[in-house]
């Protein structure tokens, strides 16, 4: 165990340790923050849409490498388990062959092949995972909409749920919070969209005449 622990502690492989380390205390955030009603996804503004063009150079660089547009808590993830397994990867084979690269050099090269490897997986990745937004519309296409709530009651705390069509008939599963001056609205509930911070919409009751005369989907 010792000699493990050495191993991985050891000044040519300490990147790639620390990267490591970084995806189980991010995740076991990720796990108490959903204990509490909260989400670090949320936190971290996974409204970054990836998927369309930026004036910002660090988000389109980003949305190259993440080609399947996943949440940023997933992509950075998928980054540091590719650098910390690649890094090691390279420095076993480098010990074998002749001895360990020097870990700046063998930190180059690990992003070189993480960044292929994050690419292909953020593209399959995005397949299987449901998304709060469709490509073909933005999130604030959705504020005006009329939708229902499926995980409530929606108040002032932490966010429900609330299903939405878009325009095209996409449905849409978006949090939401009941608007500062609502009551708290109950599961099947209709409610419209007012505003929007980030991925959290704020949601009203909605009028009769608003609501859509199919049946709501809890029905």
Known sequence: MSALLEHVMSPEVRPFAIAAAMILIVGSIEVVSMLVGASLSEMLGTNIDFGHPSD???INSISWINVGGVPLLI??????????ITGFLIQD???MVAGPLPATLASVGAV???IPLVRAASRGIARVIPKDESYAVGLGDLVGRVGEVVIGPLDQGPPGRVSVADIHGNRHFVWAVAAPSSSPLPQGTMVLLVDRAGTRFVAVKADDELKPSKPPLSS
């Open 56 to 58: 910002n150079g660090v």
């Open 75 to 84: 992509f950075l993830l998928l980054l540091l388990g590719a650098f910390s």
């Open 93 to 95: 084979i480098a010990r």
């Open 112 to 114: 070189a092949v993480s």
